[in-house]
Each structure stands twice: as structure tokens, then as C-alpha cells.
């Protein structure tokens, strides 16, 4: 097996670090390189970034919100006989949608338990669609 | 018997001239540079291990350093790297266990396969559900252009210059894949600048936190971040990968690795690759990436003006980046009327997560109930990308 591959590298041809000083250019060249490469070089990024941003509210427009309003929409359609003193506080959470994902199925678990523990009721007779937090949790004023 | 007394002796005599003891004190100045390394050495030793700074890449980088000053080791020939060619076949004869080792480096393979492990372990979920966070991620890239700009003023040539402002982006293996590209021969003081500094953030960035911020911009509370699905988790490393690679190709190794790292996390079909990435592969490569690179920083090379103007650039090049994104994460916080706390505009130095962590730290002192970390994700994450497109402009303009 012929191991010679050739590859192009960096022109340095020796091992002696301080060569990479030697810069004989005029001093007004170097400051004009400076200034070109840090314009082009944070428009670039920050073009990119951006782009990215724009990519991701796209994401989100299509991903996210509208198959929410849809499902929310849906379920609202379909939504059984509720107890009317829960389905006021469903009301009121407002109108962030029920979300996908593990932690909202969590959280959703442990507010439908904390809604059956305050009025007694058995869990089969509501279902909690949206949710919001309201002010700020007694413990995190202390 | 005297004759074979003789020969033991001269035997004996012949052998200690051979080792590395003898080869130590056989050149006084060559001893001090060595005893100098030995120190630097012992403290990024101490850094890992005591202080628990980077300890994955400093210890290995450190014990590379240890076994490319052992005098008469000789494990290291930086020689067979350079010129406008790579002769496998010389470097296959000639050279040694780290020869061999350090074309893992020289042809960019470790950068990008560590990139492949990182991205496997990122979660971009903050990012995705706070867009606006790339843009901090962005302004925190201001460092890499002024210590490119300060580094060029100073005399460095505009390839030294460039990879001794990547430094700025607080990104090991970015750092090293920009330097082994463009200036090869300045990797080992690149590379032990850029890992120390990674280690040293936690010193470094509060005092410029605190003193660019007000009390009651620390204080501020951001609201809890939108919960993302299982399609943008996806999407998103394939749009990233499309978007950036095809405006800046350069860019590609990089990026390219860390979205499909990414890929393989959320996908929820590759638990085996993610797994791989994320433990047996990154590891392997984190060794043979410390040590081959620690091997480079030998005495005669290491201790020179270039080496500690690197070192000076590159602590300008952190606190600049870090004053970047807290300006920017102050203007966002006007412009969103105290939305944003300006904290999180620290953590867009890539450096994930320990910039974040830092971010939440600080946050916290000022309000305890405050819970900045997922937040500063967002920027985190950001500035890794922010720094692949950054070494990409580098590339695009001096790998010719």
C-alpha cells in the first residue's frame, strides 16, 4: 500500500515559533486587514445567527404554535361534561395551549392530583387543557 | 581484571550518557527552559486536579507536555509536519507513538470528532425556544476579532493573528482545528491557552460581569422558557447544518459533526450512536487529542515571546468576548424593557456549560430565587456555533 499521500498545508517550513512575528507589512496595512476582517467577520456571524433566529420562528410557527391552536381548538371542541368550578380555572389559566413533551406531561399529572386533592373530585370528570403560572410562588418571595 | 574493571566503567560511563539525566544538565540553558515547563506543567496539573478546572483535557494536555520535555524522550517531531507537504511514508518510518498520534490533530480529525461527542451531549432546546439568545451568542465573537486585531498590530503574521483570536471563542477544539490549519507550529501554545482559560472562567469572567452590570440588572427574573417538540429537536440540527454550511463551507467539519451528534440525541432512534458519541468516542479522542497536542508544547518552542504575547492576547481575547456578550445583554435588556438579564450575555463564550454555570452563579448571589441557567444555555450554546462560523471566516480567508 503506497502510504505517500500528498496534502497542501501551511506554507511554514520550519519549527522556529518566532517567525510567526515576523510581519513586514506597514503598520497602516495591518489596521486596514484588522478592520476588514472584524467588519466581515461580525457581519458574517451575526448574518448567520440571524438567519438561524429567522429559521428557528419559522420552526416554531409551524412546529409549534399552529399545531397547538389546532389541538387546542380541537380538544376545546370535544371537551365532555366539566365540573363548572374547574373549568372556570381552566378558563381563567388563559390561553396557552396544552404543550407536548415529558415535563408538561408531569406537570399536568400533578396539577390534575393537586385539582382532585382541593375539591374532592374524581379525576375522570375534568381534564386540564392549559395551564399558566400566576405570580410569583410564596417561597420564591422569602 | 583491571581491563574488565575498565570496561564495566566505561560501560557504565557510556550508558549514563545516554540517558535523559545526562542529557538534562548537558546544556545549562536548555535546563532552566525545562525546569520553567516543569513548573508551568505542575500548575495546570494542579489545576485539574485540585481545583477540578477542565480536568478531561488538562490532565491529559498536561502529561503530553510532561513527555515532550523529558529530555532525550524525543517522542515529538514537530519537523515531520511542516512544509507545503505530509509525506505519510517518512511519518510512518521515522516517527513515534505521538508522530502518529498527533496526525489525528494534523488532519482534523480529533476537533471534529470531539465536536460530534459535544454535540451529542448539547440540549439546544433553550435556544430554540429563545431565538433572540443567538444573537448574544454572536456579539460574544467581538473578542476573537479584536485579539485578531491586537495580535496583527503586534507583529503576528494575519494566520498566527487569526488563530490566536479564536482563542476569544473560548472553544477548544475550534481553536485547534483553526491553528493546525493556519499556523501549525503555534497548536501546543494555542491549544494550553485556550483549555486554561476554558478552566480558568469561573475566576475570570464575575469581576467583568459585576462591573458591567447593575445591581438591579442581576436581579432581573426572565420567565420560563416555551416547551419545544419533538419536530423543532429535530429539525433544528438539520436546518443549522443546511444554513450554515452552505454559506460558509468552511465551517463544515465543525458544524457539520455537532449537528449530527445532535441528530443522533434527539432523533430518539440512534440511543446506541448518541451513546457512543457521547462516552467511549469522545473519550478516546480526548486522549490521544490531549496528549498529541501537550506534546507539542516542548521548551524550545513553548518559552519564546510569541508564546507569552499568545498568552496575554488570549486572556484579552476571554474578557473581551465576555464584555461583548454583556453589552449586547444589556442592550436587549432596554430594548426589551427588562426582559433579559444581562448576565446570560457571558455565557455566549462557547465553553459549555461551566460559562452558563457562571452566569447562574452570579445571578444568583444578587437574587437567590433567581434561576438563570437554562436561560444562559441559550447564548451558550449560540457561541459554539458563533465560533465554528467565526474559524469558518478565518478559514474562507487565510487557508487560501
Known sequence: MDLNITRIFSAAQSADISETMNNTSPFSERILLALEITILGLFTVFAVLSIIWGVLSLMRLFMYDIPNRRKAKKESGDSGPESPSVQETVAEAGPAALREGPDDAELVSAITAAICAYTGKDPGGFRVVSFRRKGRLRWDRS | ?????????????????????????????????????????????????????????????????????????????????????????????????????????????????????????????PLIANPKSLLLGAAAQFGVFAAFTGALLIGFTPEAAASIGIIGGADGPTAILVTKILEPRLLGAIAIAAYSYMALIPIIQPPFMKLLTTKKERSIVMENLRPVSKTEKIVFPIAVTLVVILIIPDAAPLVGMLMLGNLFNVCGVTERLSKTAQNGLIN???????????????????????TLSIIFLGLAAFVLSTCGGLLFGKLMCLITKGKINPLIGSAGVSAVPMAARVSQVVGQKENPSNFLLMHAMGPNVAGVIGSAVAAGVFLTRFAG
Not at chain 2, 5 to 24: L, P
Not at chain 2, 53 to 79: K, S, Y
Not at chain 2, 284 to 306: K, M
Request: glycine fraction near 10%; include cysteine; charged fraction near 15%.
Open chain 2, 1 to 125: 581484571m583491571a581491563e574488565f574493571f575498565s570496561r564495566i566503567i566505561n560501560a557504565v560511563a557510556e550508558f549514563a550518557g545516554t540517558t535523559g539525566i545526562a542529557e538534562f544538565f548537558s546544556d545549562p540553558e536548555k535546563m532552566i527552559k525545562t525546569l520553567i515547563m516543569y513548573v508551568i506543567i505542575g500548575l495546570l496539573f494542579y489545576l485539574a486536579i485540585v481545583k477540578k478546572f477542565e480536568p478531561l483535557l488538562l490532565v491529559t494536555i498536561a502529561f503530553g507536555m510532561l513527555l515532550a520535555n523529558l529530555p532525550g524522550a524525543e517522542l515529538f517531531h514537530m519537523e515531520l509536519f511542516l512544509g507545503s507537504e505530509l509525506d505519510m511514508n517518512r511519518i510512518a518510518k521515522e516517527g513515534g507513538l505521538i508522530d502518529l498520534l498527533y496526525l489525528g490533530v494534523k488532519l482534523g480529525i480529533y476537533p471534529s470528532l470531539i465536536f460530534l461527542g459535544v454535540g451529542a451531549m448539547t440540549d439546544f432546546t
Open chain 2, 284 to 306: 478516546a479522542v480526548t486522549i490521544c487529542l490531549g496528549v498529541s497536542v501537550g506534546a507539542t508544547a516542548d521548551a524550545e518552542t513553548f518559552l519564546s515571546i510569541p
